[in-house]
């Protein structure tokens, strides 16, 4: 499958981006500039490709060292 981003403007402004095509965080970075440039991210939600694991990719854990 090619890699798509459908971007979606509702009337009152409201942008909407659906990343297709990729698996993993990749559809993160992919989208970081334009991200950046429409403004504040109201929501986001991930779909099942997302938590796809990609060869070659590396997972990071952090740990909430406040959490008690």
Do not use: W
């Not at 440039?37 to 909430?64: A, C, M």
């Amino acid at each position: 499958m090619p890699t798509t981003i459908k971007f979606t403007i509702a009337q009152d402004g409201t942008v909407t981006e659906e990343v297709q095509g990729v698996k993993g965080s990749q559809c993160e970075s992919l989208t970081k500039n334009i991200e950046e440039r429409l403004g504040v991210i109201e929501n986001r939600i991930h779909t099942p490709s997302y938590y796809q694991k990609v060869e070659g990719e590396i997972e990071e854990f952090t740990h909430d060292s406040e959490c008690a």
